[in-house]
């Protein structure tokens, strides 16, 4: 795995969840990311988030350690499963691809986090 911040895959996910669906979601997508994490190495982070006045917009921030690690992750059971089972919950979908502006500080971020008890 390449361990360059300038090769991370970097992206925003912005989606709006139908109403009906936002509890049974939000319980798939939490099983889905804590699974991406802990098992796929290339997964630095999938961050889920809910606006806090629109609880039907949800964000993710996604960082992959390159888009091999990101094409991995597409095929893997965990995701496939959120993908399928989540498919008519989702009213729309934007991928935003981002672009880290520091990304050596990355690491210091997530060593700060470690720190937290």
Do not use: W
């Not at 992959?64 to 979908?93: E, G, I, N, R």
Request: hydrophobic share 40%.
């Amino acid at each position: 795995m390449n361990k360059d911040p300038s090769n991370m895959l970097i992206r925003i996910a912005e989606i709006e969840i139908f109403n009906d669906y936002i509890d049974q979601y939000l319980e798939i997508l939490k099983e889905e990311s804590e699974a991406s994490v802990r098992l796929e190495p290339g997964v630095l982070c999938i961050y889920p988030m809910q606006e806090s006045e629109r609880p039907d917009q949800i964000r993710l921030l996604e960082i992959y350690a390159d888009s091999t690690a990101y094409q991995s992750h597409l095929k893997t059971p965990h995701f496939l499963k959120y993908k399928t089972s989540t498919l008519h919950m989702v009213k729309s979908l934007a991928l935003i691809d981002m672009k880290a502006i520091d990304g050596e500080s990355m690491s210091k971020l997530f060593a700060k986090i470690n720190t937290l008890d």
